[in-house]
T-cell receptor, first 111, second 114 residues
C-alpha cells in the first residue's frame, strides 16, 4: 500500500521550544490528518485538513496541507511537558478511501 | 463525546488459541475499523466495516476475521493465534462517508501470544 514518510522519528526538546514535524507522500492526497497518542492510550485526532494550502490551528498546534498535496506539516509552539507522546500523520489518497498512517514522531519534552 | 471501548487492555494467549477482541462505540457511527500498531510500522488496517454485517479487508487481513452483528459492536477474531500476532490492537469508529476519515480510537488492547 501507500507509504507515508514522517520525520523526524523522534525529538528531544526543552520545555518552551517550538516543534516542527512533517509527512510526505509519493502520491496526491485529498485529506491530511494529525493524531496524538499518549502513552498507553489510543490516538486522538488533533487537526483535519481538506484543502491544498489550508492552514488550521488548534490552540498551540498549527497544521498545513501542502500546496502540492503531497505533504503536510505540524507545528507546536511553546511546548509543555504534556505534549509528550507520539504524533501521527494520516492521509487519504484521492483514488482510495482508506487512511494511510505515518510511522509516528516520538516527542519528549524536558521540563 | 464519542466513546470507543475495547474489552481488554491487556491479553495473554497461547499459540493456537482462538482470540476474540471486542469493540463498542456509543455514537451511532456507521464505520468501524481494526488496526494493529507495531513499533516502526505505524498503524496498519486489518479490516473495516461501513455497515452492519458488511466488512472489507484492509491491508493485512491474513490470520484475522471480523464480525459486525450490531451497529455499535465490531469484533476481531484471531482464528488460531500465532506469536507474530503479538501487537497492540486499536479499534476506531467514524461517522458516515463525509467524516469517514475523522476516526475516534479506543484505548487499545495489548495482545501477547506465547
Amino acid at each position: 500500500g501507500q507509504q507515508l514518510n514522517q520525520s523526524p522519528q523522534s525529538m528531544f526538546i526543552q520545555e518552551g521550544e517550538d516543534v516542527s514535524m512533517n509527512c510526505t507522500s509519493s502520491s496526491i492526497f485529498n485529506t491530511w490528518l494529525w493524531y496524538k497518542q499518549d502513552p498507553g492510550e489510543g490516538p486522538v485526532l488533533l487537526i483535519a485538513l481538506y484543502k491544498a494550502g489550508e492552514l488550521t490551528s488548534n490552540g498551540r498546534l498549527t497544521a498545513q496541507f501542502g500546496i502540492t498535496r503531497k505533504d503536510s506539516f505540524l507545528n507546536i509552539s511553546a511546548s509543555i511537558p504534556s505534549d509528550v507522546g507520539i504524533y501521527f500523520c494520516a492521509g487519504q489518497e484521492t483514488s482510495g478511501s482508506r487512511l494511510t498512517f505515518g510511522e509516528g514522531t516520538q516527542l519528549t519534552v524536558n521540563p | 463525546d464519542v466513546k470507543v471501548t475495547q474489552s481488554s487492555r491487556y491479553l495473554v494467549k497461547r499459540t493456537g488459541e482462538k482470540v476474540f477482541l471486542e469493540c463498542v462505540q456509543d455514537m451511532d457511527h456507521e464505520n468501524m475499523f481494526w488496526y494493529r500498531q507495531d513499533p516502526g510500522l505505524g498503524l496498519r488496517l486489518i479490516y473495516f466495516s461501513y455497515d452492519v454485517k458488511m466488512k472489507e479487508k484492509g491491508d493485512i487481513p491474513e490470520g484475522y476475521s471480523v464480525s459486525r452483528e450490531k451497529k455499535e459492536r465490531f469484533s476481531l477474531i484471531l482464528e488460531s493465534a500465532s506469536t507474530n500476532q503479538t501487537s497492540m490492537y486499536l479499534c476506531a469508529s467514524s461517522f458516515g462517508s463525509r467524516f469517514y476519515n475523522e476516526q475516534f480510537f479506543g484505548p487499545g488492547t495489548r495482545l501477547t501470544v506465547l
